[in-house]
């Protein structure tokens, strides 16, 4: 069974990349976008090839104004798709005239990056994007990036966050630690509480003792995930997923920390960063040579992975791909656990 292309809001370009008069090719949604900010600083996407005879408007294309001028022949288009110019023509064409003629994709920057929003069917948007608010906080860190482009369809990314028996095989766990899910609409939510080793005001790790560690993770629609360490140690991660195809997929770590803390805490915070990104490092390999089981053949210490997989088939326009109910051996699945990353 083949996944096809989710619909959702999803981050295309780091914000701080995408300078005025900036403009790139892009290639997701399995798709050829161009990529723009105009001169007042003003982000757009929109299909790439120019109508009159076809040229990628990523591809020499220049910023002037508030429009973007093709390439080829000159002519301009504004960010919502309309022509506004043809330097040699005595009259506008008829089509041109009548309105847009590119589809500009629906566009927000938030959480310093650009967002796109993709629906096969060119719906508009059907939830806005939430903001993860230490992003924007000026006593937290420049954010810390880590990008992988993937051979594989982005709903096993996010199932892995819940496949909490390969915690143990994979990442080498201790234990697994157990959370409250909560499903509604396009978000989830997780609140997990992990027995930890204590660390001290000072953040020097006492192995003696354990204290519990507290994680807030989001997922708001298929493109977006946080994740929030909320104990003395705290760092926040924006998670992205974008589909390149169906098959293939860019992840993208954005983590920030707070400025403010001692040299101790902050190589903790760094440690913890660095085996967030190994265990996706980890993950990948098992991602690009597995293939989706559309009935898996579960047991209770597996996680709520039907409940996930339910959860998402409702970011696919056709019902007639959502996945099947799966097969449950030995125990119904146990909702309240999940992992602690994916």
Not at 150 to 165: F, L
Request: glycine share 8%; aromatic share 10%.
């Amino acid at each position: 069974m083949s996944l096809p292309i989710p619909f959702g809001w999803y981050a295309l370009e780091y914000s701080a990349e995408l300078s005025p008069g900036a403009v790139k090719p892009l290639f997701y949604f399995d798709e050829h976008m161009v990529l723009f900010r105009t001169e007042d600083g003003q982000a757009h996407v929109m299909e790439a090839y120019c109508p009159h005879l076809g040229a990628h408007l990523g591809h020499g294309g220049k910023v002037q104004g508030d429009a973007l001028t093709c390439p080829f022949h000159g002519w301009q288009f504004d960010g919502s798709g309309t022509c506004v110019s043809v330097p040699y023509a005595r009259a506008m064409p008829k089509r041109a005239a009548e309105g847009p003629c590119l589809y500009s994709y629906p566009v927000q920057e938030r959480n310093q990056m650009i967002w796109a929003w993709y629906h096969p069917r060119r719906v508009v948007p059907l939830w806005d994007i939430d903001d993860l608010p230490e992003l924007s906080d000026p006593d937290w860190s420049p954010i810390d990036c880590y990008d992988w482009e993937i051979e594989s369809p982005i709903q096993e990314a996010g199932e892995n966050g819940v496949d909490i028996a390969h915690f143990v095989t994979v990442h080498g766990a201790l234990g697994v630690p157990e959370a409250d899910i909560t499903l509604d609409g396009h978000r989830r939510e997780t609140k997990l509480a992990a027995v930890a080793p204590a660390i001290d005001d000072e953040g020097q790790i006492d192995f003696a003792n354990t204290e519990t560690i507290h994680l807030v993770s989001r997922n708001y629609g298929p493109g977006m995930s946080t994740q929030t360490f909320t104990s003395k140690l705290k760092t926040a991660m924006l998670g992205t997923i974008t589909p390149i195809t169906a098959g293939r997929m860019k992840l993208c770590f954005a983590f920030t920390k707070p400025r403010n803390i001692s040299a101790q805490f902050n190589m903790l915070a760094d440690g913890m960063i660095a085996e967030i990104v190994r265990q996706v490092q980890q993950d990948i390999p098992i991602w690009e040579n597995k293939k989706y089981a559309a009935s898996p053949m579960l047991c209770d210490g597996d996680g709520p992975i039907a409940k996930y997989r339910r959860w998402f088939s409702q970011f696919y326009d056709d019902a007639s791909v959502r996945p099947k109910r799966a097969a449950v051996i030995a125990s119904s699945e146990r909702p309240e656990q999940a992992a602690l990353v994916g």
